[in-house]
């Protein structure tokens, strides 16, 4: 798997943990929403229970009866609207008025529902109990007390039922709470620490190679081995400046070679130009004596036995140069080979320079893509962020909630207060009421003790809220971090780039010179050529010139014998 894959899965796995995390407790807190307004209207049914044996009990002796008939039929209309909306779901009032203010209640599940259901059995035969004493009935009003017990029993168990619930949706959003949190901090340090070995350190060891290399240290190199694009980066660096190295040396060599070909060329060439001196003064030396034979016939023979002797040596020297020129052209036509072969070394290397470059312009690309995606994700910590704080809000919701209901409580407490005094006034026919006001007053405490549990639960439920808050805060400065980061290696990718495009500039340089150097090669080449012509040439001239001593010898020979013939018939004749 490559670099840009890793980086990116790396972060897709930490938002996926933060999503998880955000889903279960966005989950969980849906479930718990509802937790204290069931708990608090399960605790009211059994004050309802209560309040209608009561009213039942006191029906016979109240003063408007009617008013108390509809008191007790609102009473038990409350009651079966709760309780059929606690199974299976469905708006119940919240005051005890059967028309008043209502609020949806969820489906129970499981033993709570069996339960409820239970309690249902119980309340219709308790139902069916006050209606009969409502119309008079001696043994069912007997009865009631007894009856409403087996009510208030049965929804107290479904209540701690109900409690017990919600302390374990408590617990479990806790500790998905822990677990997602450790997940994320092992998968964060995780990207931390894969980052910091496959692009930070590879980063570091090719920004020092390449400035080894900018500083002149041709011999430098790169032990470390890196994942695919930084291998590869890495590979192509040191071939570019092993063959930038051998180049360099050829290029020395080839200079040091020319140098000393420039020198023998141009001591020939002094040595040539001096000969053809002496030969140009010889030949005007040979044209003054033609010139000048008739007076100095006498002295001909002599002076052309000198100049043949010259014009000898003059041919060896000549000889000897022609063969060096042959040499030094031999010598000029492998060097010129040589420098053709370093221009087109350079030429590659400058093509290789360029790979290079491209290759180091791909990584700084996917260094770039990666810190647009840990962008995105900062992005998404941000959202989720704002979500935990909406989350926050939501609890403190519950908790005015939870407000509500202890005023409930406080309210049924004084009901039940009421309860004993009129139990008190009623004398001894009030000693069972007064009992049913102690349960109620009792379960009041009861209501209280759960409703303060709960408001602990929701209490620790937005302490655990803040501390994912900060969580995701800590989150999001790690990946602020990581991007800052992330641009740093950018930044690091376009220095090697531009040295990367240094190089290749010197090495196009150096091909472009070494070019320029075959091509004064080839014209030191053509002018050794020439030269050598040259030296062909005159050696070609003296050989003509050594005929013609000969043949002027023998003229001169004919004329010695001429003039002796002339001076020997001016002797006859005189």
Known sequence: MNLKARMLWSFISIFMVIVAMFSSTYYVTSLQKSDGLVINLSGRQRMLSQKIAKETMTLSFAKDRAAAET?????????????????????????????????????????????????????????????KARKGNESALHSITTQSMMVLKAMN??????????????????MLQTAFIILGAALLYFVLLNLRKHLFAPLDDLRAFANKVSQGDLHASINATYLLEFEKLKNDTVSMVTKLNALMKQAEDASEEARHS????????????????????????????????????????????????????VNNGVDVQRERMIETATAMTQMNSTVAEVAHNA??????????????????????????????????????????????????????????????????????LNAAIEAARAGEAGKGFAVVADE?????????????????????IQTQAHTNIEAVESAAVEITASTKAAEAAGTSMETIVSMTYDTAHQITSIATASEEQAAVSDQIEHAVNTVTGIAEETADGMAKASGELTEISSLTAKLDSLLSDMQQEAVVSN
């Open 157 to 174: 168990k479904a209540v701690g039922m109900l409690q017990h619930e919600a302390d374990q949706r408590v617990q479990m959003l806790l």
């Open 262 to 313: 420039a020198l023998r060329t141009e001591e020939a060439l002094k040595e040539a130009q001096t000969k053809e001196r002496r030969i140009s003064r010889i030949v005007g030396t040979i044209r003054t004596v033609a010139e000048k034979a008739k007076d100095i016939s006498a002295h001909v023979d002599e002076s052309i036995s000198n100049l043949s002797v010259q014009v000898d040596t």
């Open 71 to 131: 008191e007790l039929r609102a009473s038990e209309e409350v009651f079966d609207l709760t309780l059929r909306a606690l199974i299976n779901s469905g708006y119940a009032p919240l005051t005890l008025s059967p028309t008043g203010v209502t609020a949806y209640l969820p489906e129970a599940k499981g033993d709570v529902r069996k339960q409820l259901l239970n309690v249902e059995s119980i309340w219709k035969d308790y139902k069916a109990l006050v209606e």
């Open 347 to 416: 030429s590659n290397a400058a093509e290789l320079a360029n790979n290079s470059k491209e290759h180091a312009e791909e990584g700084a690309t996917g260094v770039r893509q990666a810190v647009h995606s840990i962008e995105l994700i900062q992005k998404s910590i941000l959202e989720l962020k704002e979500s935990m704080l909406e989350l926050g809000s939501q609890t403190d919701s519950i908790s005015k909630v939870m407000e509500v209901i202890n005023d409930i409580a406080d309210q049924t407490n004084l009901l039940a």
């Open 440 to 460: 109620v007053r009792k379960l009041a405490e009861k209501t209280m003790h759960a409703t303060r549990d709960v408001g602990d639960a929701i209490t620790l």
